[in-house]
């Protein structure tokens, strides 16, 4: 596709091109900031489905774990929503202990219905105790009885906007839901523990369906088949979120061969206190706090903030491990052909295996071509003048690209433009 922009403004004097020009780049076009979003993850509630108690739960023997922490935490949720401009609630399973008890179901259900009160889209990847019997002589990782009664497709497409389809078919077991941020469209796509051969080809499925989606992967265990495969293959995947560990908590960067990065987060609290059994005791010092993690995205930094929080005790764990950043592109690029002037004339086109760019006024320095989120610079080319050509390869998929241009002064514009 070829795009050409040109105006009827007469030669003037370098300077006042100079000027012109500054006066329309990218860095002073009225664009509004972009607002800052979180997504929450509930880890292992498990235990603290076992006792019904409320308070601080220190009545417990049990690594001091009752109903009232699992109630605080969706409290804190709900009292959060605006103030952190929550978009997304994931509990990355082992919601109850024992699948096959519908008593744990029951006091599960009420801090969820609390969260799905706030209108916060949510969603649960069943863990290996939401399982039918999975500690019994009957365990079966494709039965999820009581999590299909409690949580089914049909809950999900009344309560939680922007829900699309569940796996197997008229379950929600495996799931996937839309959000937008911020003008950003992400896809959370939750997958139970140990999925199947079936479920990790539906999972590709959707994965290669919506490849402009922004993908949060939740599931149980990062571990389980093919879920490391999933991410590795799709670089929509940036971020795979989990539990089920009971190393507390872990962060992974991952580069694939193309130099896109996704991130392997787990975070798991359910051994924090004493009483527990193993290696999961003792965690935190012995002291249960309640802990949730979430994620706080600030495009307007391209950066993903990571917080660990205490709705019992209302403080923050700082230990590098639990608060930390990492760098994500989102500033959204911005196609600015309505602002073009004289000062600006350029024209970008693909013909056949070459980008070419041409400008008339002043000279550029950079080239840079993005992929269709504007997050990964595909190729790139330094070196003043007034045309250049970028070599692509020939089987370049078409659809929408992003060229970013530097001129000699250092400004830089973002084009939008098709193949």
Not at 296 to 307: T, V
Request: net charge positive.
């Amino acid at each position: 596709m070829f795009m050409y922009f040109k105006t009827m403004h007469k030669p003037n004097k370098f300077k006042k091109l100079l000027i012109s020009c500054l006066s329309l780049s990218l860095g002073t076009l009225t664009v509004p900031k972009a607002q800052d979003f979180s997504v929450v993850i509930i880890p292992d509630t498990q235990y603290m489905t076992m006792d019904a108690g409320t308070g601080d739960c220190s009545h417990v023997r049990f690594l001091q774990q009752c109903m009232g922490l699992f109630w605080k935490q969706a409290n804190w949720i709900a009292a959060s929503a605006d103030k952190l401009n929550i978009k997304y609630v994931a509990h990355v399973g082992d919601m109850v202990e024992d699948g096959h008890n519908e008593v744990h179901w029951v006091r599960a259900d009420g801090p969820m219905t609390k969260i799905q009160s706030t209108g916060i889209p949510f969603g649960l990847s069943p863990g290996n105790h939401d399982f039918d019997y999975w500690n019994g002589d009957n365990w079966n990782w494709t039965r999820l009885t009581s999590h299909n009664k409690w949580f089914p497709k049909d809950r999900y497409q009344k309560n939680v906007v922007g829900f699309q389809d569940g796996f197997p078919a008229g379950t929600a077991e495996n799931h996937y839901t839309f959000f937008t941020a911020s003008e950003l469209e992400f896809m959370v796509l939750n997958i139970q523990y140990n999925p199947g051969t079936p479920v990790r080809t539906w999972a590709e499925s959707i994965l290669k369906k919506y490849p402009n989606k922004r993908v949060i992967l939740s599931t149980h265990d990062v571990n389980s088949p093919g879920i490391y495969d999933l991410a590795n293959k799709n670089e929509n995947v940036f971020l795979v979120v989990s539990g089920h560990h009971c190393a507390r908590e872990w962060t992974k960067k991952n580069t694939r061969s193309n130099g896109s990065v996704w991130m392997d987060i787990m975070s798991d609290y359910q051994g924090d206190g004493t009483g527990g059994w193993g290696g999961c005791n003792n965690g935190n010092g012995g002291k249960q706090e309640g802990l949730l993690r979430y994620y706080q995205f600030k495009p307007s930094e391209n950066k993903i903030y990571a917080y660990t929080y205490s709705p019992l005790t209302n403080t923050f764990k700082t230990i590098p491990s639990s608060q930390f950043s990492w760098d994500y592109k989102m500033e959204k690029p911005v196609s600015v052909f309505s602002s073009i002037t004289s000062a600006q004339a350029a024209s970008i086109s693909f013909i056949g295996k070459e980008l070419k760019v041409h400008t008339t006024k002043i000279p550029i320095i950079s080239i840079k071509l993005f992929n269709n989120l504007g997050t990964q610079v595909l190729y790139s080319k330094s070196a003043p003048g007034f045309n250049h050509t970028l070599n692509l390869p020939a089987n370049m998929p078409q659809g929408v690209y992003f060229v970013e241009l530097q001129d000699i002064t250092k400004q830089k514009r973002t084009f939008k433009i098709i193949r």
